[in-house]
């Protein structure tokens, strides 16, 4: 079965400075990736996603990552921390269903707090 | 409807009663999902249905737990008899099809089981 590791549960940055946020995959296949961002009251939104095309994959919000097959990671980086990045991050691997539907096994998630 | 929305938002039973929890997905998406989030840990995948047909539910937990979409369209996940274990964020997913895998979420329904 696919997995994800997300390393930390939590992680502080400064207002300006620069957003890492890791996670590593378990895959026997080539594998989809996706990030997602949970604000609070809120449903999941899609960051951004890998599917096997350009490894460096930019999505939403100044928000990048970078699909790193060697090193079994796609963490997710932003050059320049605002205060409304602050919430929840999940990183997902996909794997496909009977009938074709794509189930996401999710990681436990990392929570940016941004600090003036 | 222009997202995925779920009711009731919040919802607190006392154990051992019956609770719906309902969907309505995006207008025209194929693929229904059903996912369960405990505090502190990410979504895992409960069910889900192709059209009306509930192609996989390998993620419920046990026998009280069930699914519908007999229209193919809205869906109701169903817990009979609940327990305090099964308080968490249950959450609904809907996607086109056939895809890379991104699935559009509600904003779920928090059920807390006195």
């Known amino acids: 079965a696919q997995s994800v590791t997300q390393l930390g549960s939590h992680v502080s940055v400064s207002e300006g400075a620069l957003v890492l946020l890791r996670c590593n995959y378990s895959s026997s296949v080539p594998p989809y990736l996706f990030w997602y961002v949970q604000y609070p009251n809120q449903g999941l939104q899609l960051l951004l996603k890998y599917t096997s095309a350009a490894t460096l994959v930019k999505g939403i919000n100044g928000f990048e990552a970078e699909f790193k097959k060697s090193e079994t990671s796609f963490h997710l980086t932003k050059p320049s921390a605002h205060m409304s990045d602050a919430a929840e991050y999940f990183c997902?691997?996909?794997?496909?269903?009977?009938?074709?539907?794509?189930?996401?096994?999710f990681g436990t998630g990392t929570q940016l707090k941004v600090e003036l | 409807g222009a997202g995925v929305s779920q009711s009731p938002r919040y919802k607190v039973t006392k154990r051992g009663q019956d609770v719906a929890l309902r969907c309505d997905p995006i207008s025209g998406h194929v693929s229904l999902y059903w996912y369960r989030q405990a505090l502190g840990q990410g979504p895992e995948f409960l069910t889900y249905?192709?059209?009306?047909?509930?192609?996989?539910k390998s993620g419920l937990p046990n026998d009280r737990f069930s699914a519908e979409r007999p229209e193919g369209s809205i869906s109701t996940l169903t817990i009979q008899r609940t327990e305090q274990r099964d308080s968490a964020m249950y959450r609904c997913a809907s996607s086109p099809g056939r895809g890379t895998g991104e699935l559009f979420f509600g904003e779920g329904s928090r059920l807390t089981v006195l």
């Open positions: 249905f192709n059209y009306e047909a509930q192609q996989d």
């Open positions: 997902a691997v996909s794997d496909r269903l009977p009938g074709g539907g794509n189930k996401l096994t």
